[in-house]
């Protein structure tokens, strides 16, 4: 028993020197000093793509950020699936409000069953575009663009081997529920692998037009349940690659309860599952990160009532560094994506002392719901996005149910495997 407790106590030191690497990676990735933004004789025409379904939160702010972004020339292109949905009144407002040209409202007239209602409504726009826009830009309704956020994204794509530029989320939430300290942890930690394995997000991305006549993404997207994750594969085809754009590390304030937070991050992981070859990794390093510390917990105990001491102790020790390490690791992130959002005028003293305690205590209950939503994901063959429900059958096999116009419940409640 001592020397399996030993041995456990070597494996724990080597796993947190290892993620201790990889963090340590990221955060100076952050920290790093990003190109000259192109001028405005530089920039190329672009197109930003909205996709809605439902009146997100913060919407109203989403628009009013995009009609106000400092680029000479570009589009953005508002898509819903049906007239009637939440979202469209709080468009229609605010884009009036604004009194701008550049901004338009559209129905999503094609709802295929091969894919979902995003990837319908991004091929809807992406076929109508005519050769004068040189990229096509996404974003999501809980994404709050600073002023020169097409900026960044377009000087990004100026690199010849760039063919899609994307950056990533990270929470600050106004209220401290459970849900949403325990998505700002798995999210962190998510995070690092994205930057590693060169994961694509949606919620500020853009792709060059030159990539949809160059491979067959378009077609893809036409049979995939989402548009992002594949990116890497793809362009990798083509010797293409994600450029990753640390100033675009974008700030989201929603709030969502523990429930919530199961079904969306058990989607994210099946996506990953569906359309990344990092999958193994991810999902690999999820078990060992979940079986770890549940060894040395059941070995410290066990040790105890066996009155085995130096087992205890070393297992005991083993548990305490992988539980420090995570918390320790969580500080450096903290303050570069602080500092990120100093950068841009926005509010980054959202963690109280007693949201650091929040925080800490929530640490356990993250890795106990990751496990379990990381084991249901690997069997999920069916899932409700915004009310619609899916049937995954593989990455170019997927059925829409029904289409339903959206309703304002809970989504995700009812999901069977």
């Known amino acids: 028993m001592v020397e399996f407790a030993f041995l456990l106590m070597i494996f724990v030191l080597l796993l947190v020197l290892g993620q201790a690497v990889l963090v340590i990676g990221f955060v100076a990735a952050l920290r790093k000093k990003g190109p000259q933004l192109l001028t405005d004789q530089q920039a190329p025409k672009a197109m930003v793509i909205l996709c809605l379904r439902g009146g997100d939160p913060f919407l109203a702010d989403c628009l009013k950020r995009l ?62 575009l005519d ?25 990004a794509l100026q690199d010849e081997n760039v063919g899609a530029a994307t950056g990533n989320r990270w929470y600050m939430p106004h209220k401290l529920t459970a849900g949403s300290l325990v998505r700002y942890n798995w999210n962190a930690a998510a995070i690092v692998q994205m930057y590693w394995y060169h994961v694509a997000w949606g919620g500020t991305l853009a792709v060059k037009t030159s990539v949809f006549r160059e491979t067959d993404v378009l077609q893809r997207w036409g049979k995939a349940f989402c548009e992002d994750t594949m990116l890497f594969s793809l362009l990798k085809k083509v010797n293409l690659r994600i450029a990753f754009v640390p100033s675009l590390m974008m700030i989201n304030r929603e709030e969502c309860d523990l429930g919530g937070y199961f079904f969306w991050v058990r989607r994210q992981l099946m996506t990953a599952r569906l359309y990344h070859p990092a999958w193994l990794a991810v999902a690999g390093h999820g078990v060992v990160t979940t079986l770890v510390p549940l060894a040395a917990l059941v070995l410290s105990i066990a040790a105890l009532l066996a009155g085995n001491t130096q087992a205890a102790t070393w297992a005991g020790s083993a548990l305490l560094l992988y539980q420090v390490s995570i918390a320790v690791l969580l500080v450096p992130m903290e303050l570069a994506m602080q500092e990120i959002a100093d950068s841009r005028g926005e509010i980054s003293n959202w963690l109280s002392p007693a949201g650091k305690l929040k925080c800490l205590a929530a640490m356990p209950l993250t890795q106990v719901v990751y496990a379990v939503a990381l084991a249901s994901s690997i069997f999920l063959r069916r899932t409700v996005w915004r009310g619609i429900t899916y049937h995954i059958h593989g990455p170019e096999e997927i059925r829409m149910e029904e289409y339903r116009p959206y309703q304002p419940v809970q989504e995700d409640r009812v999901t069977s495997l």
């Open 67 to 128: 009609l106000n972004q400092d680029y000479p020339r570009f589009e953005i292109r508002v898509i819903l699936d049906h007239p009637n949905d939440p979202a469209y009144p709080i468009v229609t407002e605010t884009i009036e409000a604004h009194g701008t040209t550049h901004a338009t409202i559209e129905i999503l007239q094609k709802k295929r069953e091969t894919c979902s209602l995003k990837c319908s409504s991004i091929l809807q726009i992406v076929d109508s």
């Open 131 to 155: 050769d004068s826009y040189e990229f096509v830009a996404q974003i999501d309704a809980d994404t709050i663009a600073h002023p020169t956020w097409l900026r960044e994204l377009a000087t």
